[in-house]
């Protein structure tokens, strides 16, 4: 073989293994970029519910980023802990005690928080008034979930009143928010704790059978924030996600819900829960 051959297949070979890592690097960008979206929501819903509810927010990250959203939650508020702290989400919408654990735990980025204010309500049935927080005792109380940071709050609020859980009175679980008004004016409980935002979408014969005993003092509403394995990322989805109430889909996203609309979040704001981590983490441990 002469030396201007084997220069040139050399060069003919150099060149046929750049296009081929070529095409495999283009392969690999090409299946990141295919890589769904995965978006926690919390389960203060059904996931029926939650997943009808933010269609227009999947919708509208599928069209700017290119690329599929896939919207997951889970069956309580410990087992969203679990999928947060294993990283099963990209992006993730959860209470601000959660958003703060985790953010400690392993460095999740919050990057943007809902505006409307977020309480706790105490609420009791039109049938069975209640005139003292001292007739719960003896009774039930419904919740829907003991880790919600609504439901901690009412429930150090009642032990200020003298109120023990399980001494004083029964705390009853219930799958969501709508099912602890049902127990309410259903008379399986004397009162329920769920949320503001929650009462905001209850459909209207149910709010018409009950009406609020307390309101909880405000707390920060619900946390959107980021992976840390997504950190380059983080601007951008934090953007989108500022700019989502402006479009069309979020003006839909809007209408249909009590959320008010999307601003960057202080960090005194995450700050202001950390009282209620140790009882928080207390409980994510004490049972299974």
Known sequence: MSVHRFCNDRRAALRACF???LCAWAGRVGAQAAAPLRVGLVPVFTPRALVSLYQPLRAYLEQRLG???VLETATDFRAFYRHLSAGVYDLALAPAHLTRLVQQEIGWQPVAIYTAPNRAYVIMSHARPVRDIGALRGQR?????PLALNVMITLAWLRAQGLEPGRDFEVVETPGHASVAYAVVNGDALLGVTAQAAVAI???ELRDK???FAVMPRIPSLVWGVHPR???EAQRLQQLLLAFPDSAEGREFFRNTPYGGLRRIEAH???SVEPYLPELIERLRGRP
């Open 202 to 204: 209850m459909p209207a």
């Open 230 to 232: 997504l950190a380059a």
């Open 141 to 145: 109380l419904a919740i829907f979930d």
């Open 67 to 69: 690329r599929a959203v």
């Open 210 to 212: 009950f009406a609020i």
């Open 19 to 21: 296009a081929l890592g």
């Open 269 to 271: 704001e995450l700050k």
